[in-house]
């Protein structure tokens, strides 16, 4: 044989081992064909074998071609080897052979409600419990509704306090849940509980604290005999049914031209029992909501007649609250996709998909 016979009895060798080893199914075979080819009797063994009866100048050439080749088939069996191995594992993993209980399971994502609609409706459950009953009006509203019948006529001063989304057919944005005051008297008469939950709008510049678009719920209660200590009685249970503790709550004196006389009300800070803290400002108390006795003039405006009825309103900042019972430093959040805000572990519901 010549150097050319040799090589390419030796390439022979290399492609047969390549099939071979490509049509092997398991690391087992693979290690037996391997063996018979680089073995004794395999064709690589033959050339070496050979070389005792070459001319001496020969046998370097020829000892250089089959260790090559022997590299090259080494080569092409750990490549294949790698190859079955990583097959077989994602075999036994598709047939649960391989399962490992200790590994995180796949993460399934549960929808959550929104922070400022589960505060709502906690506020609705506790007002319903004492009588009161949901009712909304329009988002769009007439500035009588929204201003005038509130005793806020045009020209006076207490329209600046509500910067207001004026639309073109004269009508506003309503600024406030209050209109549904009015709307309600006009409609069931008295006496009366109502809770008007809803949305509302103010020309406002976006900041941590304020948002063009708020929600609040509305509250009124008429009757005969109505006083400043009903108002503090139902503030007092729904608050507390909401942040679910003992809560105080104190009134200091606020200004309202729908309301005589008219109040802040606060409560006690829910984070820390009323010791002070930076949520509360260290004075142990934050505000919850403006309210007060309903201004005669409104019960007018509404049909009632103030010499029988009287009665107190309040207009909770729906987001303040959620804020206050969640957490959330700042308002802009509420609007945001930002599901670390929004997703609550005690709002997750319905069940896992
Ligand atoms: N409507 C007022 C506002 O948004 C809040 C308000 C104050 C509502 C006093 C009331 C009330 O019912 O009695 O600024």
Redesign the pocket.
């Known amino acids: 044989m010549d150097l050319s016979q040799i090589q390419q009895s030796l390439d022979a060798a290399a492609e047969e081992a390549g099939r071979a080893a490509a049509a092997a199914a398991t690391t087992d075979e693979l290690r037996s064909i391997e063996s018979r080819v680089l073995g004794k009797s395999g064709p690589v063994a033959g050339v070496m074998a050979l070389m005792k009866s070459l001319p001496g100048d020969q046998r370097g050439a020829v000892g250089k071609l089959a260790n090559e080749t022997k590299k090259a088939i080494e080569a092409l069996f750990a490549a294949r080897r790698e190859e079955l191995k990583h097959a077989l594992a994602a075999g036994d993993q598709a047939r649960g052979a391989a399962f490992d209980p200790t590994l995180p399971g796949p993460v399934r994502l549960r929808g959550a409600v929104h922070p400022v609609t589960a505060v709502q409706w906690e506020v609705e459950d506790a007002l319903a419990r004492m009588g009161f009953v949901a009712v909304s009006g329009p988002e769009m509203e007439s500035d009588y509704y929204n201003f005038e019948a509130l005793n806020i006529p045009a020209m006076h001063p207490a329209r600046d ?2 910067d207001t989304f004026h639309v073109d057919n004269g009508c506003v944005l309503r ?4 209109p549904c ?1 009015v709307r309600a008297m006009e409609r069931f008469g008295a006496p009366l509980r109502v809770i008007a939950p809803g949305r ?1 709008f103010r020309y406002e510049t976006l900041d941590a604290s304020h948002e063009n678009t708020f929600f ?1 719920v ?3 209660m008429v009757d005969r005999g109505i006083s400043v200590a009903n108002l503090i009685a139902v503030m007092r249970v729904m608050l507390q049914q909401v942040f679910r503790r003992e809560l105080k709550v104190r009134l200091r004196p ?1 200004y ?1 031209p ?2 005589e006389p ?1 109040f802040e009300l606060d409560m006690s800070c829910a984070l820390c029992d009323g010791k002070g803290c930076p949520v509360c400002k260290r004075s142990g108390w934050v505000e919850v ?4 006795m ?1 201004h005669p003039n409104v019960l007018r405006f509404g049909g009632i007649d103030p010499a029988e009825f009287t009665g ?4 909770l900042g729906l987001t303040r609250l959620a804020m206050m019972k969640y957490g959330i430093a700042d308002i802009r959040l509420l609007n945001s996709a930002d599901l670390r805000a929004l997703v609550h572990p005690e709002r997750l519901c319905g069940p896992l998909i």
């Open positions: 306090m509500q600024t406030h849940t209050s005051q509302c609040q509305e509250g009124l606020g309202f729908f309301v008219g909501c403006p309210c007060g309903v107190f309103a309040f207009g």
